[in-house]
């Protein structure tokens, strides 16, 4: 029994980079379903791991792409575009100092077109962020002044 899996696994293994170049018009369902039985017997399969985070960003699913996304790094930390498709994720949740830190890594990469996509992006992101945090303290300084105009009208004598 040990035997047959490892040759499905073997088998799995070997036809998933064939099967991503074939899966390019494949409709998402039918490679998520492919890439998740290759990974109840892979889990650790990249090439699994990535198509699915790809399509899990694309659906707007951050959570499940982060997750699968975290995977890959742990495993091969060495790939840029897992950095620059995490920050994309993150920043879809708002979490935006993660997102700076993944783009921050990629500029470092050898790989000029990844390092351009981190690039731009960080310029996108540090362009409204000035307006959020001014938007921020505005937010505060109205609280504040409602907080304070409420004091004032609870105090006064009727």
């Not at 982060?66 to 930390?77: E, R, T």
């Not at 050898?110 to 921020?136: C, D, F, H, M, S």
Request: proline share 4%; glycine share 4%.
């Amino acid at each position: 029994m040990a035997k047959d899996s490892e040759i499905m696994r073997a088998n799995l293994n070997s036809q998933l980079p064939r099967f991503l170049e074939t899966a390019v018009g494949e409709p998402d369902e039918s490679v998520l379903q492919k890439c998740e039985v290759l990974l109840a017997s892979t889990p650790d399969h990249l090439g699994a791991l990535e198509a699915s985070a790809k399509i899990y960003w694309r659906r707007g699913d951050w959570a499940k792409a982060i997750g699968l996304l975290d995977k890959a790094i742990a495993l091969y930390p060495y790939e840029p575009g897992y950095f620059l498709l995490r920050a994309d994720c993150l920043q879809g949740q708002a979490r935006f100092s993660e997102a700076f830190n993944d783009l921050q890594r990629c500029l470092k990469t050898e790989n000029r077109e990844i390092a351009e996509q981190a690039y731009t992006r960080l310029e996108e992101l540090g362009k409204w962020q000035v307006p959020l945090k001014q938007a921020v303290a505005l937010k505060e300084l109205v609280t504040d002044v409602s907080a304070a105009a409420y004091v004032r009208s609870s105090t006064r004598p009727s």
